[in-house]
């Protein structure tokens, strides 16, 4: 009799191990985290969701509850991805202590392999206290979205003088002991001087090829949210359009009274 073999979940030992780049997309369902899951390593619940899911300004409103309600939709979703989820806005900047009781709580409650969190040198030691109390993290440098009304809008850092304290703020993030780092929207240039200076994976999303791993948001790549899109994104599919197209065939159908017909109904004589 043959036996069912589940499939081994990646951890952040095993991403950190891999010598091809690691593939990384957000998800915030279980739908979409099935689909995505045999092609990922690394499945992330960003805050993202606020702005994707919620149709927020930006990711400030998203909380602790909805993090993990989703973390738990993805992880439920996936079999071999590591799934990892942001800490939202304001449950982790206060102290470190803070930090290990949000990402305590996040792990515990949805079964996910870490946590993302932003912020670069004023970040470490509350780095440093999770990683030291078993709770794996990964670091979120460059363009922080939580800090949008301090970076002027979305846009590209890492210009001038920025580019130093990028650098400072990677190093620090890696000697407190995060496993992985984020580098977002971020100079090429800069970002790619990380990658060779760190000994951590990095992972970047509008920053450079020479990164350890690329991540996008999943609506994004496939052409599902469409309220703005960065320039670093490229869309590999366009369901929006899809989406579209069916719905409208959908309400024709229901107009003109041709569905439901006689195949999706019970009882009903053909012809």
């Known amino acids: 009799m043959s036996k069912h073999v589940a499939a081994k979940r990646h951890t952040p030992r095993s991403l950190a191990a891999l010598e091809t780049p690691v593939v990384a997309l957000t998800a915030y369902t279980t739908p979409m985290a ?20 919620y149709g927020m300004d930006s990711t400030l409103g998203v909380s602790t509850d909805m993090m ?9 979703g996936s079999q071999q991805a590591c799934v990892a989820i942001d800490l939202p806005f304001g449950s982790y900047q206060q102290s470190p202590q803070q930090a290990f009781q949000t990402s305590a709580e996040i792990m515990a409650r949805t079964g996910a392999g870490c946590v993302k969190l932003e912020g670069g040198v004023e970040m470490a030691e509350t780095i440093h206290f999770l990683t030291q109390r078993g709770i794996p993290v990964i670091g979120h440098i460059g363009l922080k979205p939580q800090a949008v009304h301090t970076h002027g809008g979305f846009r590209t850092v ?3 003088d920025e580019a130093e304290q990028i650098m400072r703020d990677a190093q620090a993030v890696a000697e407190a002991g995060a496993f992985a780092i984020v580098i977002e929207s971020t100079m090429e240039p800069v970002a790619r001087a990380i990658s060779e200076a760190v000994p951590v994976l990095t992972i970047g999303i509008g920053a450079s090829p ?4 690329q991540v996008l948001v999943g609506e994004d790549m496939l052409g599902l949210f469409s309220d703005f899109t960065p320039r670093f994104v490229k869309r590999f599919g366009n369901l929006g359009a899809e989406v579209d197209k069916a719905a409208a065939a959908y ?3 229901v107009r003109s009274r041709e569905f439901p017909g006689p195949e999706q ?3 009903m004589p053909k012809g």
């Open 210 to 213: 020479a990164c350890g791993g």
């Open 34 to 53: 099935k689909l995505l899951d045999p092609h990922c390593d690394l499945l992330l619940v960003g805050d993202s969701l606020g702005m994707v899911v």
């Open 158 to 160: 890492g210009r001038g």
């Open 251 to 253: 309400a024709k159908a």
């Open 68 to 76: 993990i309600a989703h973390g738990q939709a993805v992880v439920r």
């Open 265 to 267: 109904c019970v009882g």
